[in-house]
């Protein structure tokens, strides 16, 4: 009964206009730590690019906290609205602290499986932006979501053969050279895949919201 008057009422949906704005920024900050990890001379302006883009997906996340408390109706449960604004910026998040680290040790060079890496994230943040304008009508697309979340998570699969191949290549590449060199790369390893294990966790607050609303 409870559902059924909720439905009736207004609800606010400047909520998925927030949803957009904060996607873009993690479109934008995926395709700018893209650009990261080309190297070369543009490594630290697309570090700030990353840095200028989670401050902006910040901003959307405090707006999108504060219309929860002050929006009497909502999209749906007040709880998956805040766990699914805080994975999204968490993925952001993530990506700011690998280019951090990329500006701490001064990096310039990336190996091929990073920037294979770098590829499947663009994809990821892509897949969200795909994800979040159906979440306005979840029974009309069950399906389409359903895939969605599907191919997020082979994804991040996919990245966590890539981190542990990128690691092996990197010990022989460096076990009778430069320790830090090993230790410096493995460090931004472990950055990208905890990026890619942030969008999984997008995909299970919308498997989350899925089984509630259908």
Not at 97 to 119: C, H, N, Y
Request: one cysteine or more; hydrophobic letters at 45%.
């Amino acid at each position: 009964m409870l559902r059924w008057f909720k439905a009736l009422l207004p609800q606010e949906e400047r909520f998925f206009d927030l949803f957009a704005q904060h996607s873009q920024a993690i479109v934008s900050g995926a395709e700018a730590l893209q650009g990261v990890l080309r190297g070369g001379d543009e490594v630290p302006s697309y570090c700030q690019q990353v840095s200028q883009f989670e401050q902006q997906a910040d901003e959307v996340t405090r707006q999108v906290l504060t219309a929860v408390r002050r929006t009497f109706i909502t999209p749906f449960d007040r709880g998956d609205i805040k766990d699914l604004i805080t994975s999204m910026d968490d993925a952001i998040d993530q990506m700011h602290q690998t280019a951090k680290a990329v500006t701490l040790f001064e990096v310039r060079q990336f190996e091929p499986t990073m920037r294979e890496i770098g590829a499947i994230l663009v994809e990821c943040a892509k897949l969200v932006v795909r994800a979040l304008p159906l979440l306005q009508a979840i029974g009309d697309n069950v399906t389409t979501l359903a895939a969605i979340t599907e191919e997020l998570t082979k994804l991040e699969g996919r990245v966590d053969d890539l981190h542990d191949i990128g690691l092996k290549e990197l010990y022989l590449k460096h076990r009778n050279a430069n320790t830090m060199d090993y230790i410096v790369g493995a460090k931004i390893y472990e950055h990208l895949e905890k990026v890619a294990d942030r969008f999984d966790d997008v995909a299970n607050e919308i498997n989350s919201i899925m089984i509630e609303q259908v």
